[in-house]
Antibody, heavy 118, light 113 residues
Framework: QVQLQESGPGLVKPSQTLSLTCSVS??????????WSWIRQPAGKGLEWIGQ???????KYNPSLKSRVTISVDTSTNHFSLNVSSLTAADTAVYYC??????????WGHGTLVTVSS | DFVMTQSPDSLAVSLGERATINCKSS????????????LAWYQQKPGQPPKLLFY???TRQSGVPDRFSGSGSATDFTLTISSLQAEDAAVYYC?????????FGQGTMLEIK
């Protein structure tokens, strides 16, 4: 059974950089068929796809965030990470890490609430 | 970007009745090379992450009850619950994954009447 768990700060100041980590168990980050994603959801709103990383390190990002977002993998610890720079209040959301054997997400973390506020 | 539009935004259905949720893509998400529709459906209950219900528009994820079905092709898709159960109350999302960004519909809230 594949399990994902997000970790990171719950409160970040405007203009700072958010760093989140997703720990994966039950699957290998570097398995050729696995894809890993970050998705966010502002309170009471819908889902926004942030980006995805392939096992070979190839990334795809949402153009609306692309200049501020970096997704990376750490093979030594079997986790992947999200960095979002130049934060504003509009980045306040529940951030989910997710994964699967293709571009849709069959495995999800529980989500972590990130609030951007001074 | 592919714009995914769901209808209705919300609906209330009685227990045991049929519920139908529609999803329309601004462009075809049928990939001609493999004749597959790059569409997924998710269910999200309050305080929980989304749960994958269908991929390739109509392939049911393991463990999803067979009262749920997915259909459609190209730009028009439907999620149907044949006999609504109390535990089906949730928000449902469609997502296209043909071309990044893999956009979601705005969601449809399904309530029990």
């Amino acid at each position: 059974q594949v399990q994902l768990q997000e970790s990171g700060p719950g409160l970040v100041k405007p203009s700072q950089t958010l760093s989140l980590t997703c720990s994966v168990s039950g699957a290998s980050i570097t398995s050729g068929n696995n894809l890993w994603s970050w998705i966010r959801q502002p309170a009471g709103k819908g889902l926004e796809w942030i980006g995805q990383i392939y096992a070979d390190g190839t990334t795809k990002y949402n153009p609306s965030l692309k200049s501020r977002v970096t997704i990376s993998v750490d093979t030594s610890t079997n986790h992947f990470s999200l960095n979002v720079s130049s934060l504003t209040a509009a980045d306040t959301a529940v951030y989910y890490c997710a994964g699967g054997l293709f571009r849709y997400s069959e495995w999800w973390g529980h989500g972590t609430l990130v609030t951007v506020s001074s | 970007d592919f714009v995914m539009t769901q209808s209705p935004d919300s609906l209330a259905v009685s227990l045991g009745e049929r519920a139908t949720i529609n999803c329309k893509s601004s462009q075809s998400i049928l990939y001609s090379s493999n004749n597959r529709n790059y569409l997924a459906w998710y269910q999200q209950k309050p305080g929980q992450p989304p749960k994958l219900l269908f991929y390739w528009a109509s392939t049911r994820q393991s463990g999803v009850p067979d009262r749920f079905s997915g259909s459609g092709s190209a730009t028009d898709f439907t999620l149907t619950i044949s006999s609504l159960q109390a535990e089906d109350a949730a928000v449902y999302y469609c997502q296209q994954y043909l071309a990044a960004p893999y956009t979601f519909g705005q969601g449809t809230m399904l309530e029990i009447k």
